[in-house]
C-alpha cells in the first residue's frame, strides 16, 4: 500500500529564505507526482507535476524534483514571500490507478 | 482555461434534507472526481467518473449518490446526512483517470445540523 510522507508537518521561516519541502512516498512504481497548495478554506491548487519519467519541473520560484528509485521529491521555493504561506500536500499516483495518494502536508508560515 | 467550478460555496442542511453539489469544467476532461476533506486532513477520495460512468466508489455510505450527467458536469446528491458529514467537498477533473495533472475545483464548504 503506497504511502506519501511530508515532514515537517508545520515550518515557520522569515521572508527571504530558499526553502526546501520533502516528500517521500513507499512504492516507487509511480506514473507521476503532483505538488499542490492549499489555502485555508480553499481548494487545492496544482503547482507542479512531474512525470515519472522525469527529473524536475519548473515554474516560476519553485522547482520540484523526482527521485523515483529512493522514493523521494523535493520542492524548492526561491525567495520566500509572505504570500507563500500555506499548506503544501505532494500526492502519488501509480501506474494503472485512478486513486491520487496524498501526504498530510506541510503548513508554511513566511514571516514578514 | 484550467477552472472547475463548484456550487454552492456554503451549503447548511438538516439531517432530512435533500440538497445537490454541483461541479462543471470546460477543459474536455474525461475524468471527474469527488473528494472529501476534513480539517486539518488531506483530501479522501470519494467517487470517480471516467467517461461518465463511475469507475471507483470508495466505500461510500449511500446517504452520498453521484451523478454524471455529461462529460463536463458532475452532481453529488445528498439525502439523510450525518454531523459527522460536515466537511469541505472538493471536485476535481484530469484529461483521463489514472493520468495527467488533476485541477481543483474551490469546493463547497458543508455543515449538517
Known amino acids: 500500500k503506497q504511502e506519501v510522507t511530508q515532514i515537517p508537518a508545520a515550518l515557520s521561516v522569515p521572508e527571504g529564505e530558499n526553502l526546501v519541502l520533502n516528500c517521500s512516498f513507499t512504492d516507487s512504481a509511480i506514473y507521476n507526482l503532483q505538488w499542490f497548495r492549499q489555502d485555508p478554506g480553499k481548494g487545492l491548487t496544482s503547482l507542479l507535476l512531474?512525470?515519472?519519467?522525469?527529473r524536475e519541473q519548473t515554474s516560476g520560484r519553485l522547482n520540484a524534483s523526482l527521485d523515483k528509485s529512493s522514493g523521494r521529491s523535493t520542492l524548492y521555493i526561491a525567495a520566500s514571500q509572505p504570500g507563500d504561506s500555506a499548506t503544501y500536500l505532494c500526492?502519488?499516483?501509480?501506474?494503472?490507478?485512478?486513486?491520487?495518494?496524498f501526504g498530510k502536508g506541510m503548513k508554511l508560515t513566511v514571516n514578514p | 482555461d484550467t477552472e472547475v467550478t463548484q456550487t454552492p460555496k456554503h451549503l447548511v442542511m438538516g439531517m432530512t434534507n435533500k440538497k445537490s453539489l454541483k461541479c462543471e469544467q470546460h477543459m474536455g476532461h474525461r475524468a471527474m472526481y469527488w473528494y472529501k476533506q476534513k480539517a486539518k486532513k488531506p483530501p479522501e477520495l470519494m467517487f470517480v467518473?471516467?467517461?461518465?460512468?463511475?469507475?471507483i466508489n470508495e466505500s461510500v455510505p449511500s446517504r452520498f449518490s453521484p451523478e454524471c450527467p455529461n462529460s463536463s458536469l458532475l452532481n453529488l446528491h445528498l439525502h439523510a446526512l450525518q454531523p459527522e458529514d460536515s466537511a469541505l467537498y472538493l471536485c476535481?477533473?484530469?484529461?483521463?483517470?489514472?493520468?495527467?495533472?488533476?485541477?481543483f475545483g474551490p469546493g463547497t464548504r458543508l455543515t449538517v445540523t
Open positions: 476535481a477533473s484530469s484529461q483521463v483517470a489514472g493520468t495527467g495533472e488533476q485541477y
Open positions: 467518473y471516467s467517461y461518465e460512468k463511475l469507475s
Open positions: 512531474i512525470q515519472s519519467s522525469q
Open positions: 500526492a502519488v499516483i501509480r501506474g494503472g490507478s485512478e486513486k491520487l495518494v
